[in-house]
Structures are given as structure tokens and as C-alpha cells.
């Protein structure tokens, strides 16, 4: 199946994610937890569906610093697609996308900060994150 087939069968956001490292893991069971719509589904970024969803968008398959949400043919990356991610979820996480009227650049800093230290902070692991036979309808 193609990334093009896959998005049109699959009307769900997309979140490539740093298989490897434990904040991204931490991250995508946060929202496995909380994900009661079933809007979301994820790839790794090293993943072979997650490499072809970087390169249709042009964006590197070498450097993960950032997890990439992708709806249909638009694609966030960084702070903004965190805050895509609130604004999606139920509840009070809603309520996050207000912080989506400061700018970018503002935001997106102290973002870098933490996806340049998350190996030091949290981790990393040998292989890619494994989804159980519970979570396997929510991998690509």
C-alpha cells in the first residue's frame, strides 16, 4: 500500500515519532491512554512507512529532532504539532492550543531545548518501540 493509499483509507492524524527514544515513547502511550475518539495513529520515523511519509513531505530521514503530525497532505511539526495534538485530545487538554497564538520561533525554542537533551534527560532504547496485540490496530 502506498503513503497516498494509506492516507485515504486511513482518515486518522498520523504521528511519526522518535521510535527509540523513551520522552517520544512516554508520549505515545500518554496518548494510547487518552486517544477515546481514535483519531490518532503512529509510525516511527524510522520505520519504513515512516520514512516514505518523510520523504513525500521532503522532510530529513536522518536528523529526529522533532515528531511530525500529519493531516491528510498538511504536515506540523514541533510545537505546532504538539499543540494540534491537544487540541485533538478530550477534555481539559483541549484547552492547551490557546498557547498557539505566541509565535512559532518562541515556542518552537523551548522545544528544541528539550528534543536536543530527551536522549540525556530520558533515554533511549536499542530498537524501536514494539506495539503490544492490544495497540497493533493503532501502528501503521
Known sequence: MTIDQLQMTNQHLILLFDGVCNFCN????????????????FTPLQSEIGEKFLKKFSISTKDFDTFVLIDEDKYYIKSTAALIVA??????WKMLYV????????????Y?????????LFGKREA???PTSEERNKFL
Not at 487518552?34 to 490518532?40: M, N, P, T
Open 26 to 41: 512516554f508520549w505515545v502511550n500518554f496518548l494510547l491512554d487518552r486517544d477515546k475518539e481514535d483519531k490518532f495513529r
Open 87 to 92: 487540541k485533538n485530545l478530550t477534555g481539559l
Open 99 to 110: 498557547f498557539i497564538i505566541i509565535p512559532g520561533p518562541i515556542r518552537d525554542s523551548l
Open 112 to 120: 528544541n531545548l528539550v528534543a536536543k537533551n530527551r536522549y540525556k
Open 128 to 130: 524501536c518501540r514494539i
